[in-house]
């Protein structure tokens, strides 16, 4: 079985219900914007470039039904309209908003074409959309390939360990993955000596999601809790001497600054204190020149029953029934919670950013410059 998050073929999107793994495999059907704004709304689909991807599919799917006999003007406001609404289903990840901005300059484009149809402005926007798809697959095997060479540069012996935390991988992205891509091109490459994962409270994308690609990929790997990583990077064992952090990215700042998944900034310090190398892997459309620094990042805050409830196993003192898919509360009633989604990791942090063009370092001033690498052509 190959893993997709996102299954499209013109006129029809189905996406992986992300609520369901690692139990269910079970797959949905997104027919208009609207579905599409739910499944990222309700984290069905989740990962800062899977969420524009289904975003922006999602409305190519909706505007099937536009002919010729629609009217250019009608067809332009109608996509620019939903891609505002869509942009409203997360704030924290850049992609989707990236992604809105451009597939908005191509309808704008091909609405002023001479003799333009509404036919023709929906061709347009369905093409790009089904581009972005394709792109982030070449972008992540890109990303992989940069980033297990500068992890293998600045590690001694033929095989390392690392960590990741949160789910980077094929379920948050068209394919292959960003960090778990990394994690991907090292063990191809038989680099990797074993992948250790966060669970990542509260939503547990690392030992849902980045344990089920890891397992079903059969690369060698072991979960640990959040709290544990501090205690993981002081041994030196041939199996658990951590080489690199590498992490994936929902925003990163245009001085470097990099929102990701709640953690992520304790492990940025906690690499730091233990001298160990932290990486952060994105593609170029996570990069946000227009964000000068992480303080203007707005952080998503989400429902405090992320934190109290939990769903499955059903533990009844004597036997575990791991098939329960039983919501149960792990918290005392009334207690009041803060759920921010993500945080930022500032620059000062991070040793490198990986894209899929090279690995970001930072100048002689200490500081990383993104403009080159937004600059620069594949
Ligand atoms: O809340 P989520 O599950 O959408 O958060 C996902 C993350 O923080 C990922 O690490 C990030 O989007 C990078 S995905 C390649």
Redo the contacts with the bound molecule.
Sequence with gaps: MVLEAIRYKEGQLQILNQLKLPHQVEYDNVRSAEDGWHAIKE?RT????A?AIVAALSLAVELQTITTSDNVEEVLAFILEKLDYLVTSRPT?VNLSDAARKLKRIVENAAKHDGSDGAAVSKAYCDAAAQMLTDDVADNEGIGKHGAEWIMKHSEGSKVSVLTH???GSL??AGY??ALGVIRSLHAQSSLQRAFCTETRP?N?GSRLTAFELVHDKIPATLITDSMASALLRLKGPTEKIAAIV????RVAANGDTA??IGTYQLAITAKHHGIKFLVAAPRTTIDLQTPSGDSIVIEERPGKEVTMIKGPRFDGVDVDVNSTEVVSIAASGIDVWNP??DVTPASLIDGIVTEIGVVEKGEDGKFDLTLAMEAQN
């Design positions: 984290m989740r990962g800062a470039p969420i990840a949160c789910n980077t948050a992205t993955g960003t939503y994308q992490v994936g990215a929902d990701n998944k989604a993500f």
